[in-house]
């Protein structure tokens, strides 16, 4: 298997018939909950393909820990705006590959497919909704295994788009920061995780920073990321886990601006053009379970939802995350 190319590898799991190649010794809590990504890595000559479907909704307007209204948001109301946004969905259809060179190394490539929806009310009571898709950031890294111990070097190429265009009331326009696709910039992931496995149950933890390097073509630099998450994980029966997990999330403001959006910040159109108004943190809580068929595909779900947002606002907050996956050793 070690000479396959990344497109051999997927005819072959295409092709192949679903019993050739199963890893039956694998238990369904070897692997993190389905949102938790780079968390294991292969034996020397193995290859996994992964397909993920990422659901988010956001909903409501806060500023802080406050829930606002729209009306606190617009102008005809007690705001400061001339729209504010209702309701946002990011799906995201990612597909993955994994390959152990050697067993202290296990390369990782991911490239997500990204669709974006968002709803607005304007202070004439008007309600408008754009859309944006494209392909999003490439994800390489190198994960290195250290007794239950696993190490992320990761590198982001900016292959996601930047220029995603809709229909405003105000004509056709460059989307807000939210609606685009990329970062623009290479960004470097380093990353530690573990995992401990007993008879009956295992639990886990990951921690991950996400730091961009320089500024991209449109003059701003997104946010630095940093992430840490612990699940605790349950084996119901040989193939069959399920999950619970708490995740810390701190997102930063954007260094720059935009100057397509220049007009619309100094005009106070939206608050999604603000790169003063993209931090936050929230702690989300998950319910997860993992699946291993006995033909060696796995199949996980995980949903999470908020209980702490505290966010640079006007901003939308999280509501839900759906996480869908599908992997398959070869
Ligand atoms: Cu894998």
Redesign the pocket.
Known sequence: MKHFSTCAALAACLLLPVAAHGDSAQRPDD?APIGVMGD???QAGEW?L?WRRMAMTMERNRDGTDDLSTSEVLRSGTGAYMVAPTRMTMVMHML?V?YAPSDSV?L?AMLPWVDNEMDHVTAMGGRFSTDSGAMGDLKLAALIPSGRHTWTLGLSVPTGDLDQRDTTPMGRSVLPYPMQIGSGTYDLTLGWGHLTTRPDDSFGAQIKGTFRLGENDEGYTKGHELGATAWYARRLSERLSVSLRGTWTVLGNYDGADPRYAMALANRIVTTVDPDRRAGNRLEVSLGANLTLESGHRLSLEVSAPVRQDLDGPQLQVDRVWTLGW?R?L
């Open positions: 692997h294991h890595t292969h996994m992964s993955g994994m296990t990782m992997q050793a």
